[in-house]
């Protein structure tokens, strides 16, 4: 059954009497071989190390990244919220012994123990995904921030996305999510996939995007709420210095602000959006400790 066929994928829906559904982002992939690169991708340096990896695919829709995924890698999860496509996955995928499909909303799901026990043999834990354009971001920052034992997250998104998470400050499309994602992972555009690669055709160009996650931050953060908390304030109003975005949004004098941002080796009329992501983490932990210093002093008056 080739399921990137445009008749092969109609018919499958039709027997399952269900269709694209919209609400769900869902646009199937039609060109076989961008499936075969973005399974190729999310594997460790060649098939070879595929028999120890683990993937955790979100959205598998009719499986046909699932399949490629499945003869590469040693065991593979699926997750697909649509539960009129589990039937058809159960067809699709019938031939794999090294596949589990779930059925339900991966932003409700436990990842960490769904990770621990379906892949506590795998040396390489990676994510895939062709995600659903409406919930991007948030799956993103998802695996991300729950800190999950992974090595990789491959996915497709919106071009412009990826345009955005591969920046860094000197460009225009450089914002709160490329600042915030950097202090996890090093993230790299693969290829763009245009619309026609899909039925039905969305009507933005899409990027194959890869994370590679750190095993240790590459800067040091004090407090790390701290830190993405100065970072969503910078860039709360790009046009504003981040001497306001401090003094407004931390409860500190304006001449505080100021010395801050000069003993962190800036001029005070610096906007956020000029800040590199280590350059941030600087200015977060002077924060700390200035928020610490002044917290003692309450307590002693
Ligand atoms: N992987 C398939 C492909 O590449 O052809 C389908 C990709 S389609 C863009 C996105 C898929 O994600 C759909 O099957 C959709 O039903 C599923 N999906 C949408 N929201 C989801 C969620 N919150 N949790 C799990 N799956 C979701």
Not at 89 to 110: H, P, Q, W, Y
Not at 127 to 132: D, F, G, K, Y
Not at 203 to 212: E, L, N, P
Not at 217 to 245: E, G, H, M, Y
């Amino acid at each position: 059954m080739k399921l990137t066929d445009i008749g092969t994928i109609k018919e499958l829906l039709g027997e399952e009497d269900t269709s694209f559904k919209k609400k769900f982002g869902q646009n199937f992939l039609i060109n076989e071989s961008v499936v075969r690169r973005i399974a190729l991708e999310c594997l460790p340096n060649g098939a070879e190390s595929g028999k120890k990896c683990g993937i955790l695919e979100i959205g598998p829709g009719i499986g046909t990244l699932t399949a490629k995924l499945c003869k590469a890698a040693k065991c593979v999860v699926c997750v697909e919220i649509d539960s009129t496509l589990i039937p058809l996955l159960n067809r699709t995928l019938a031939e794999f012994d090294n596949v589990k499909i779930i059925s339900g909303d991966i932003m409700k799901l436990d990842l960490m123990s769904l990770i621990k026990e379906s892949f506590f043999d795998c040396e390489y834990v990676a994510v895939a995904a062709n995600l659903p354009y409406y919930i991007t971001t948030p799956v993103i920052m998802k695996l991300l921030e729950a800190e999950l034992p992974l090595s990789s997250i491959t996915v497709m998104v919106q071009k412009e996305v990826a345009d955005r998470l591969c920046s860094d400050s000197a460009d225009r499309t450089y914002g709160a999510v490329t600042a915030s994602v950097s202090f996890y992972a090093q993230v790299r555009k693969l290829f763009n996939v245009g619309a026609g690669n899909f039925i039905p055709a969305p009507k933005v160009d899409s990027a194959v995007i890869r994370f590679d996650l750190y095993k240790n931050p590459p800067f040091f953060v004090s407090d790390k709420a701290l830190f993405f908390k100065v970072i969503k304030a910078a860039f709360a109003q790009r046009r504003k210095t981040l001497v306001n975005a401090l003094s407004g949004g931390f409860s500190i004098s304006k001449a505080d602000a100021v010395r801050l941002v000069k003993e962190c080796g800036f001029d005070e009329m610096i906007r956020g959006e000029a800040l590199s992501p280590a350059d941030f983490a600087n200015i977060a932990n002077r924060l700390s400790e200035l928020q610490a210093v002044k917290q003692k002093n309450n307590k002693l008056l």
